[in-house]
């Protein structure tokens, strides 16, 4: 079983920087492609970035140019730092493990974690 926790939300001026960490268990990190998702209030869950186990990366043009996700496969660990806020990143953050079951069909599977808030206001 996978377990994924968030940490690092929290309340932030507009134009500050918070950056995000997600610890998960399990050995099966570093096989996985990573990704981060948020939800505003009243609104659908959405992609921000995701970050495949080679390491290629892929962000939401919202967020291109002021966040970043990487991955430390020896911490089991997936950060998102995120620069330049606005109040319109305001939202719960989620950690995201995705990964695809070997079979006939194959069978794809999402983990997620709790999630984080993250406040951007002045």
């Known amino acids: 079983q996978v377990q994924l926790v968030e940490s690092g939300g929290g309340l932030v001026q507009p134009g500050g920087s918070l950056r995000l960490s997600c610890a998960a268990s399990?050995?099966?990190?570093?096989?996985?492609?990573m990704g981060w998702y948020h939800q505003a209030p009243g609104k659908q869950r959405e992609l921000v970035a995701t970050i495949t186990s080679g390491g290629s990366t892929d962000y939401a043009d919202s967020v291109k140019g002021r966040f970043t996700i990487s991955r430390d496969n020896a911490k089991n660990t997936v950060y998102l730092q995120m620069n330049s806020l606005k109040p319109e990143d305001t939202a719960v953050y989620y950690c995201n493990l995705h990964m695809v079951v070997a079979g006939n069909p194959p069978l794809p599977m999402d983990y997620w974690g709790k999630g984080t808030l993250v406040t951007v206001s002045s």
């Open positions: 399990g050995s099966i990190f570093s096989r996985n492609a």
